[in-house]
Structures are given as C-alpha cells and as structure tokens.
C-alpha cells in the first residue's frame, strides 16, 4: 500500500470512528436568531451550496421569497425581490450557518430551531420544524395565508411545548430513540413513524408536568409529533449535522461529510477538502408520486436531508425499512440488494445503527469518495420529490450523481498527492 | 370435488372471513369477577383444556396455587392444595369463560381484564393484565411477596389509569393499532413494542385529562406501557379471543379456532367441532434462553397465546419481526421461509395484517386442521419460554404437533363424512 492511501485509510477510519462514537442529544428549541452562528435578522437561509439570489430558480426562489414575507422583512413579492436582489436580505447556506435544510430549507430568523449538541465532540447541529402534513408548504416553495398559518403554529404552539419538556428533561439523547428505530421500520430519512412515537413516549413525562399550564398546547403538540412520517426527521437531520460536522476537517480522511442539492446542483463535502463543495448535475429520479400527479411535474427546490444518508440511515438502511415500499415505490428484494451494494463505498459498519433483517449487520457508514469512483456504486438517497407549481407530489430513492466525487477526487490528489 | 370438501371449502371460507372481518374494540378494564361468564370468587382460570387439580404439576400447579393465595382464598399453601383438592377453589380453563391466559394464564376473581367486544360479530374477548419485566411472574409459577406487589400495583395503578382512559375515549379500535404494528416490526405475539407505543399515544390525550386527578399513576403506567415488548400482548390476545370465537361454530369448517397448552399437553379447538379440545404431545422447543439458563431447564406451565397465531399473527407473521431475532434467535432468512410455510395451510391471506416484506401480502390466516395434515407443515408459533425453578428463561419458535390434528381430522370425518 503507497503511503498515501496508507495515511487516507488511517484518516478515514478516524473519521468513521467519530461517525460512530457521536452522542447526539437535543438540549433545547431555540429562535434561530438566538442561537445559529452568524445568522442575522435579514437573512434567509436555504439548502445547497449558496448561489448568487439571481441564480435561484423555482421553488427555491419562490420559498426564499416567502421565507422573507414570512419574517415580514418585504410587504410584497416585488419588494422582496427587490430587496434580495440588493442584498437588503441576504441569502446563503444552511451548512455554513450550523444547520441542514428539509428540501428548499428555509431558515429565518424568528423560526424555531432544534439544538442537538453531539455530547461526544462538543459540537452542535440545528434544524428548524416541519410544517405539518398538508403537501403546501415553505420549504417545498409554496408561501400563502395557509403556509403561514402552519408555521406560526409551530412557532406558537408546538416548539414551545416541544422546548419545554426538552428542557424539563434536561435534555434528550436521540441516539438511543434512532437506534430503536431502526428496529421499528424506519430508515430515519423518508420515514419516522416509529421515531416520532418514541420521541413522543420520552416527552410525554414531561408533557404531562406541562399540562396544568399550557393545556391545549400539549394536547395539539402531541397530535403534530405524531401525525404522519416526518416530524422526527427534523431531528435526525440535526442529529445528522452534528454527527457529521464532528468527522469534518479530519486531515486527509475523503469521507463525505454532507451532501445537498440546490435548485441547480448536486454537491457534496470532504471531511479533508475543508469547506469546499463538489458540484455536478442532479440525478435521475425514480419516484412514486401522489396520486393525481406525473412525472413532468417533478422539479428540483434543493435540499439537505441526505446529511442522514451521510451518518449511514436513509437510503444506507432500507433493509431496515421495508414499509417504505408504500410512500416510495419499489420492493423489499430491491431495497436490500441496493443496501447490500452501499457496503462497498463505505468505510465501515456502524456500531448502533443496526438493521435486523441482515442479521443485525450495522448499516454502511461513511462514504470514501475514492470508493464511489471505483466500483461506480453511486449513494443512495430517500427523498421527497416537490413539483413544479410547489408543494410535495411524492417520494423517491434517487442515486448521488458521479461528477461531484470526481471532482472532489481531483481535488483529494491535488492537495494530499496520490496517483 | 366430492361433496363433503366443497361443503368444506364453503364453511372454511365463511370462517376466514370472520378472522378477516371482525373489529375488535378494547372498551373497558373491569375485575374478572364482574364481567367474565361464569366467574364465581372461589374460581381460579388456567391455561389449557381443564384438568383435575390432581393432574397440574409444576410452575402451572404453583401457579394455581399461588393464584388462590393472592386472591385470599387460602392462608398458606397446603390450606390452599387442601382447598383445591376438595374442590372449595375450583380451577377451570380460560377459554370456558371468554378469556385467553398468558402462559399459566391464571385469573382469580379480582384481577382487573381488559374487556375487548368484536364490533362486527358482537361477542366478547377477555384478558388480565401483562405483570412487568420481572421475569419472576405468577403466569410462569412463581408467587411471592415481589410477584404480589407488583399484581397489586396492576391492579391499583395501572389498571385504574388504562381504565379510566379508555372510557374516557369511549374504547379503543385495536385492530388499526395492530395493523401499524406489523409495520413496524411487531408480530403481535412475542413482539408487542411498537403496538405498546401506539396504545399509548392513542390514550396519551386522556391521559392528559386524567392527570390531575391521578398524576402519579398516569406517570408510572406510561412507564408500564412502555416498558418492554409485553403490554400490548395482552391485548392482542384479548383481540385473538373476540376474533376466534366469532369464527367459532361454522358448522362443516375445519379451521382452528383456538391452540393453547397445558402443563400436560397441546391441544386445539375446531370451527365445526364444538368445544371439544383435541390433544396432543408438547411441541419440540427451539429457544433462545436468557443469560444463565441452559436447556434441561425448560418446562411446559400451559399457555394461550397462541389464540394470536390462530388469527394470522404471531409465527403467522414473523416476517414482519425480524427484531424477534435478537430475542428468539434464528435468521431473517428461516423467518421468511416459515411465514411463506404457512401459506400452504392455511385458508386465505388476512385483509387487514399485512407483511410490508412479503410485498404488503396479507398473512396466512385461518388453518385447516386437513391441509396441515395433507402438507405435513405444523403451525409455528413464538412463545415464552418457562424454567423449570419458575420464572421467563427465554422465548422461542415452537412447531405445533400433529396428533391432534389427526385426532380432530377423524372427529371432523366422523360428524361430517369424507373419506
């Protein structure tokens, strides 16, 4: 073995090992503008590697706009693009901010956040709430009285009770609840079923402390944690964040630390290569659509979620997920042969993260830009599939397109050298 | 096809869709005493077709016993042998008195049973309350001062609490809970975890009314509800009983409508045959046993579980629990090919339990005492595994014998004709 690849298989086990080793737990429901760094109160933030606002199409320019009528920084859309346009609102990551974005992502500066602090590592990884069942929402680029309505419900009646038995309980680990999980049909990315209902079971202590003051609060928080398949994804996308920040800047370790997609792009980290992000083109797409929908309507607003896919759930567990099948398509045969190949693109099992149809194996965990290349086995992702005219009209598997890891590879040698 | 088989074929189908149709409804938690048929004080239930007191040996003898000492109907236990032999406690079988027991399955009088009504057929299942993690309960022989404390807390905490809930919410539809559940890696029998969490969210809004009034045993009852794979047991089982019976006494069927053990032997109820029980040797165990027990500590104390399998769930839906694994041993691998076993002898697949592995098939629902002889494949079942010094030493997938099939096939032939 050359003493390149030598010292990059050493990194990347480093890296692996804080993939594993990471405790995540959520210490808090904060405003975003209290606790994300360098958010400021005119700044939206949204998924994918930033773009001039200019170069924001779609549904992702639609939900920034919205993002900033919401925070009531413009009174009208023409004002906010207006604004945007100047820089009077500034637009830019989530990545860079501590934070990861449910499909367009957008962040503002009253909306509250989940903080996950990774107990091993000291770091900290945000993400803000989901909106509620009704396919019309923000983050999939739609922005009207109703979208409104949701997110100031939210606000006003689930994150405060959310944030109240959280610190009541002094905090909640979420590895354990993730790690049950798995053993209860989710991947933790597309679905959250058993998640969300463990989560609920671990506040419901303190929720009936809470009862006497905030009643009907409770009760409504209660149907909102547990209404359909989401509500836990928000936080295992923090979880996410926190875990894979924590194998981020391992010197010459060429582990993926995040993968996004913007409106334009998709993109991908290196934990050695800094900040940088690897572009190329959006992948194919092979979804199950809502019914009433079609396929020309499918359209690409961005997102962040594969930060879970990134920690080794998502598309890296289906095997643990065969219900799935029914929101996005395809059959248990396929799930566990696309699961099964993740294992060659990936540094190693994961230590909690277990799927009980293989055997309890530990799910393929932390992706080696190198081995993509390789074997051509390209990621795999769980996503929801937002439409043209807005809104989420299905769900899919998709796979991470080559170019970014090639660049990124490019990239890799350049700086540590290597054939 | 003769006369006799399409008769057959007829009244089996009208069988299997009773076990497809029926809706059972959990409507209140009341004292045996108050509410299950026949019930006098002086009366002990057990496991399995009914025995004389003489005939019960071991964990199932001392758990009769134990069963009249914590009910106050002997001082000590030779009183209460005394008593027993001379027939002032009478013992009879749960099943003659709507009710199904959990291993030795013991009720007294005063033991709190959740009453379960099949919504669509009208008739009523029974069962009492799963007695805590401790594997030292009396449903496997043991009685004392730690078992006594915890069946009273049973039935002052934790009874009262679900009691009051569910009349609170006017019952419970179970069979909603019990479909999510095979979704999320349950089989209703020796896997209960996430039918657990989902009984408990289902009464978590009530719960928040009642708090006031009863805080502490809401909290601890939470806990009780949650605290392994069992609770919900007893209410898959109580759903099973209000199945069963409604498909019970389909004149001409020869599908299964109850398999249970006593500490001497296996032995099923027929459709069309009455309350007769056909009896037969104990199956061969395959078991996973808990740290510190070996084999030769295994015993027979009777059991009705098994009303679970008889309605499609349980080892008739393994391939939905591959987390089983871990508790029962085997492979994902010989739980795929024992569920798809049991297609062969059974009457159709179940409209409302489905496997999201097997594609969402339904699963194998209603088994014909004839094809299970024809085939030569014997109902599997996932059962809790008894020691011989008293107390839970492990769980396993046990394999009905067949002689009583064979003896209930010539009393079939016998009423019915056929060759």
């Known amino acids: ?14 890296a692996f090992k804080r993939l594993c080793e990471s405790e995540p737990v959520l210490e808090d429901v904060r405003p975003g503008i209290e606790v994300l760094p360098g958010m400021t109160p005119e700044m939206i933030l949204t998924s994918g590697p930033p773009l001039a606002f200019e170069e924001y199409v779609g549904g992702q320019r639609d939900a920034i706009i919205g993002g900033a009528l919401f925070e009531g920084l413009a009174k009208d859309r023409d004002e906010a693009e207006a604004k945007l346009s100047s820089g009077a609102i500034t637009v830019d990551g989530c990545h860079d901010h501590g934070a990861v974005g449910s499909l367009a992502g957008i962040y503002t500066a009253s909306m509250p956040v989940f903080v996950v602090r990774n107990a091993t590592y000291g770091n900290i990884g945000y993400c803000n709430f989901y909106e509620g069942t009704n396919p019309r929402r923000l983050n999939y680029g739609v922005y009207d009285e109703g979208v409104r309505e949701r997110l100031l419900y939210v606000q006003d009646v689930v994150a405060p009770v959310v944030g109240n038995a959280v610190r009541h309980a002094g905090g909640i680990p979420l590895k354990p609840l993730m790690t049950r999980a798995l053993h209860m049909g989710d991947e933790l990315h597309s679905r959250n079923t058993a998640a969300s209902l463990l989560f609920t079971r671990e506040i419901v202590p303190h929720l009936l402390d809470l009862v006497e003051t905030m009643r009907d609060g409770v009760k409504r928080t209660v149907e909102a944690l547990t209404e359909d398949h989401y509500f836990f994804l928000r936080l295992s996308m923090a979880a996410g964040k926190a875990i894979a920040d924590a194998a981020h ?39 199950k659509l809502f019914e009433g929908h079609t396929e020309d309507e499918i359209t690409w607003m961005g997102g962040e979620s594969p930060i879970t896919e990134t920690i080794g759930l998502g598309g890296f567990a289906q095997a643990a997920a065969f219900p799935l099948q029914k929101y996005q398509g395809g059959s248990a045969e396929a799930m566990v042969e696309r699961n099964l190949g993740l294992y060659d693109i990936t540094v190693g099992e994961n230590t909690d993260f277990h799927i009980p149809y293989l055997g309890y194996r530990g799910t393929p965990t932390g992706i080696d830009i190198f081995r993509v290349i390789e074997t051509g086995t390209r990621p795999a992702m769980d996503i929801g599939i937002a439409g043209r005219d807005g809104g989420q009209i299905g769900a899919g598997a998709v796979r991470a397109s080559t170019p970014c890891f090639e660049k990124a590879a490019e990239a890799y040698k350049a700086r540590y050298g290597g054939a």
């Open 1 to 14: 073995m050359s003493q390149t690849s030598e010292r990059r298989e050493k990194a990347n086990a480093e």
């Open 249 to 287: 800047g391992v010197e010459a370790s060429s582990v993926v630390t995040a993968m996004g997609f913007s409106c334009k792009e998709f993109a991908i980290r290196v934990s050695g290569l800094g900040n940088e992000w690897f572009t190329g083109p959006h992948p194919e797409i092979h979804a």
